[in-house]
């Protein structure tokens, strides 16, 4: 194939693995992509990565490749993540319809095993928690016995759909919002697939929070349960060419001030320069000084 090049060894010394190579593409393509931000440069691996010159082709690579600053936008970009995180409004809705598909591919004689997500999915029950105890110690195991009788029939469909889909998984009630259990336990931050290319975490989620796994430098945003479907089954995420913003950080937060008063200075100065629907990176000596908490903070209101 035309990238075949970009392929390199990635040389570990306990196991063999390889990526894909953006300045051997940048040498092909005589493009500086040492000089695409950091987000683009995710996107343009993945579209390297999947290239496949049907969904994917040459002139996608090559618009990627020559991202430039201030050019206009009209051309779509198809991504492909390397994983999708749901909360429990949308997620049972979607194991439904992928259940719903193995029951008409047994229908047709087809084998139903043959319906299974292309990516890991993870669903995150929080949403629809109800509170009908608070004020005791015990409260949170009455809750939880309470929220298991309740949704008992739901529950086992999820637990249905974990051991019937090799790629799904299911948190249940009692670990943290979606957006916290994502940052502190799904994100890997590098990926390997069954030919042992490694890969950088990126994910589609859905709820408009998912930008809190920004903070480690994972590019993932909020859509809606049909392309987050899509997703699932391997399909692109079409976006617009996107423009990329710099935010620019220095020194350090003073005693009391805390990430929500950077955050919400942050959120007027980007809507008041109307900053939507465009990719955000934070840059500067000032980034050094936040922890992950702070980072996440920022990421979760200010994407």
Same mark, same amino acid.
């Given at each position: 194939?035309?990238?075949?090049?970009?392929? /390199?060894?990635?040389?570990?010394?306990?196991?063999?693995?390889?990526?894909?190579?953006?300045?051997?593409?940048? /040498?092909?393509?005589?493009?500086?992509?040492?000089?695409?931000?950091?987000?683009?440069?995710?996107?343009?691996?993945?579209?390297?990565?999947?290239?496949?010159?049907?969904?994917?082709?040459?002139?996608?690579?090559?618009?990627?490749?020559?991202?430039?600053?201030?050019? /206009?936008?009209?051309?779509?970009?198809?991504?492909?993540?390397?994983?999708?995180?749901?909360?429990?409004?949308?997620?049972?809705?979607?194991?439904?319809?992928?259940?719903?598909?193995?029951?008409?591919?047994?229908?047709?004689?087809?084998?139903?095993?043959?319906?299974?997500?292309?990516?890991?999915?993870?669903?995150?029950?929080?949403?629809?928690?109800?509170?009908?105890?608070?004020?005791?110690?015990?409260?949170?195991?009455?809750?939880?016995?309470?929220?298991?009788?309740?949704?008992?029939?739901?529950?086992?469909?999820?637990?249905?759909?974990?051991?019937?889909?090799?790629?799904?998984?299911?948190?249940?009630?009692?670990?943290?919002?979606?957006?916290?259990?994502?940052?502190?336990?799904?994100?890997?931050?590098?990926? /390997?697939?069954?030919?042992?290319?490694?890969?950088?975490?990126?994910?589609?989620?859905?709820?408009?929070?998912?930008?809190?796994?920004?903070?480690?430098?994972?590019?993932?945003?909020?859509?809606?349960?049909?392309?987050?479907?899509?997703?699932?089954?391997?399909?692109?995420?079409?976006?617009?060419?996107?423009?990329?913003?710099?935010?620019?950080?220095?020194?350090?937060?003073?005693?009391?001030?805390?990430?929500?008063?950077?955050?919400?200075?942050?959120?007027?100065?980007?809507?008041?320069?109307?900053?939507?629907?465009?990719?955000?990176?934070?840059?500067?000596?000032?980034?050094?000084?936040?922890?992950?908490?702070?980072?996440?903070?920022?990421?979760?209101?200010?994407?």
């Amino acid at each position: 194939m035309v990238y075949n090049s970009t392929l /390199k060894d990635l040389g570990l010394k306990h196991a063999q693995g390889s990526y894909y190579s953006l300045p051997e593409l940048g /040498k092909i393509l005589d493009a500086d992509v040492n000089r695409l931000p950091h987000s683009i440069r995710i996107v343009l691996e993945s579209v390297l990565r999947n290239f496949d010159g049907q969904r994917i082709t040459e002139e996608h690579v090559k618009q990627v490749a020559n991202w430039q600053p201030n050019a /206009k936008r009209v051309d779509e970009i198809p991504f492909v993540v390397a994983r999708v995180v749901l909360q429990d409004f949308t997620g049972v809705p979607l194991l439904a319809d992928i259940a719903a598909m193995r029951g008409i591919a047994q229908k047709n004689g087809h084998n139903p095993k043959l319906i299974e997500p292309m990516v890991p999915v993870d669903l995150v029950v929080d949403h629809s928690i109800m509170i009908d105890y608070f004020g005791s110690q015990d409260a949170l195991d009455l809750n939880m016995k309470v929220e298991f009788e309740r949704n008992r029939e739901r529950y086992e469909f999820m637990k249905w759909g974990m051991q019937a889909f090799d790629t799904f998984g299911v948190v249940p009630p009692g670990f943290g919002i979606v957006h916290q259990v994502n940052l502190e336990y799904f994100a890997r931050g590098v990926y /390997k697939d069954q030919r042992n290319v490694y890969y950088p975490d990126s994910l589609v989620g859905t709820d408009s929070h998912t930008t809190m796994i920004n903070a480690i430098g994972v590019v993932g945003w909020g859509v809606g349960g049909i392309e987050a479907e899509a997703a699932m089954l391997g399909q692109p995420v079409y976006i617009l060419t996107p423009d990329v913003i710099g935010v620019e950080l220095s020194g350090q937060l003073n005693p009391g001030v805390t990430a929500t008063d950077l955050v919400l200075t942050v959120t007027n100065m980007l809507r008041s320069a109307n900053v939507v629907g465009k990719f955000v990176e934070f840059c500067g000596e000032g980034t050094a000084s936040l922890t992950v908490p702070d980072r996440g903070t920022i990421a979760n209101m200010a994407p």
